[in-house]
């Protein structure tokens, strides 16, 4: 069984950071992609960043591009993402999911954590 448990956010002012955690477990060497989203009431979820479980490629949301960083450690099933620059529209709750197929819907998904952008 897959589970994903984010953790990390909270309140933060503008210009601020946060480092979001994500901890993955169950089928792990069967990924191929895990991805961060957001999503803000009355919006649909949105890609914040993508990467890919074993070369470690990334992509991002342009909008987000040279503020936020995906990263991994495979070795402790991890990936973060490193929010900089955090303006009050980044407030959103955010997920963690897992893709087991290159271009494939996100199967599992995290409980979500907060992130609260104050002006």
């Known amino acids: 069984q897959v589970q994903l448990v984010e953790s990390g956010g909270g309140l933060v002012q503008a210009g601020g950071s946060l480092r979001l955690s994500c901890k993955a477990s169950?089928?792990?060497?069967?990924?191929?992609?895990m991805g961060w989203f957001r999503r803000t009431p009355g919006k649909e979820r949105e890609l914040v960043a993508a990467?890919?479980?074993?070369?470690?490629?990334?992509n991002y949301a342009d909008s987000l591009k040279g503020r936020f960083t995906i990263s991994k450690d495979n070795a402790k099933n991890m990936v973060y993402l490193q929010m900089n620059s955090l303006k009050p529209e980044d407030t959103a709750v955010y997920y963690c999911?897992?893709?087991?197929?290159?271009?494939?819907?996100?199967?599992?998904w995290g409980q979500g954590t907060q992130v609260t952008v104050s002006s």
């Open positions: 169950g089928r792990t060497s069967s990924y191929y992609t």
């Open positions: 990467i890919n479980w074993s070369v470690g490629t990334t």
């Open positions: 999911g897992v893709a087991f197929f290159r271009g494939g819907a996100y199967d599992y």
